[in-house]
């Protein structure tokens, strides 16, 4: 009996650049955003006492996740990224039309993709800076600026908003998570891939046609 499985044609989807690199910042980011959060929220920052340790917790893995970024992207498929991201800032017509609600056949990322991934490079960098400034201002407060905090608080609450609507898609709605398999086992099933990303299909069987 032909297994499902073999009956089942998959295509690539993330390679292993693409995979590290969104499981490295998803990973830094709930750690960031858990200890960003006990520092924010009185209450539990009285509850665990070590408020420093925190802190100090907060700076380490902000490092840690700068470091990681910029080796993945200096040792990792740059070509790959670059790749990705000439397509995720590529909006088109059919792109303009899916997002006004129509139907429109949708390339290797849906509209609403392309804009989760802009904004969530935005927010990096702009978390990075705040942090940054944060950072230096208590050590020379020349460097205190009005609002820094304000900012790093306001990315923190719309980030949460974003990561809310993607972990929906990618983790509950029965017509979108099967997308967890390419960013886990790297491919997906063809129908589906057919389904959500018609051009991407297409463009890949017009290359890879003998
Ligand atoms: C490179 C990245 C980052 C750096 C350098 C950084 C740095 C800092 C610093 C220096 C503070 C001030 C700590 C204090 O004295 O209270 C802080 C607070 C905070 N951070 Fe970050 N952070 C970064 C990323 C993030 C991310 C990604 C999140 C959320 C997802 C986040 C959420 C918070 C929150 C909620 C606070 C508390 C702010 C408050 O008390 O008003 N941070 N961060
Ligand atoms: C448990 C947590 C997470 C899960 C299960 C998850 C799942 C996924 C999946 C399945 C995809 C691929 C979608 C596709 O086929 O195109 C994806 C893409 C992506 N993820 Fe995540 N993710 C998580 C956390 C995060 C976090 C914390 C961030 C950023 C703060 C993030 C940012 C992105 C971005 C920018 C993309 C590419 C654009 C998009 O598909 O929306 N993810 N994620």
Same mark, same amino acid.
């Given at each position: 009996?032909? *297994?499902?499985?073999?009956? +089942? ?6 390679? &292993?650049?693409?995979?590290? #690199?969104?499981? +490295? =910042? ?6 960031? /955003?858990?200890?960003?959060?006990? /520092? ?6 009285? @509850? ?9 917790? =907060? ?22 990224l670059a790749?990705d991201w000439r397509e995720i800032e ?5 792109? $303009?039309?899916?997002?006004?609600? $129509?139907?429109?056949?949708?390339? $290797? ?20 800076? *705040?942090?940054?400034? #944060?950072?230096?201002?208590? &050590?020379?407060? &020349? ?9 790093? !608080?306001?990315? +923190?609450?719309?980030? @949460? ?5 993607? /972990?929906?898609?990618? /983790?509950?709605?029965? *017509? ?12 997906? !099933? ?7 990303? $018609?051009?991407?299909? !297409?463009?890949?069987?017009?290359? +890879?046609?003998?």
């Open positions: 009996m032909a *297994s499902e499985a073999a009956a +089942t044609r998959r295509l690539p989807r993330f390679s &292993r650049t693409e995979r590290l #690199l969104h499981w +490295t =910042h998803a990973s830094a980011f709930f750690a960031l /955003l858990a200890t960003g959060l006990i /520092l924010y929220l009185p209450s539990l920052s009285t @509850v665990i006492a070590h408020r420093q340790i925190v802190k100090n917790v =907060h700076l380490y893995v902000a490092a840690a996740w700068a470091l990681a970024v910029i080796a993945i992207l200096v040792v990792g498929d740059r070509r790959r790749a590529s909006i088109d017509r059919d792109d $303009r039309r899916w997002l006004r609600g $129509r139907h429109a056949p949708q390339g $290797r990322f849906n509209a609403g993709q392309k804009l989760n991934a802009i904004l969530t490079v935005a927010f990096a960098l702009l978390f990075a800076l *705040s942090g940054f400034f #944060l950072w230096l201002g208590e &050590r020379d407060h &020349r460097f205190i600026l009005a609002g820094t905090g304000t900012v790093h !608080d306001l990315l +923190t609450l719309f980030s @949460v908003l974003l990561l809310t609507g993607h /972990l929906y898609l990618a /983790l509950i709605h029965p *017509s979108t998570r099967h997308a967890l398999r390419g960013m886990t086992l790297g491919d997906v !099933d063809e129908d589906w891939a057919r389904r959500h990303h $018609r051009k991407w299909v !297409d463009a890949e069987q017009s290359t +890879t046609a003998p």
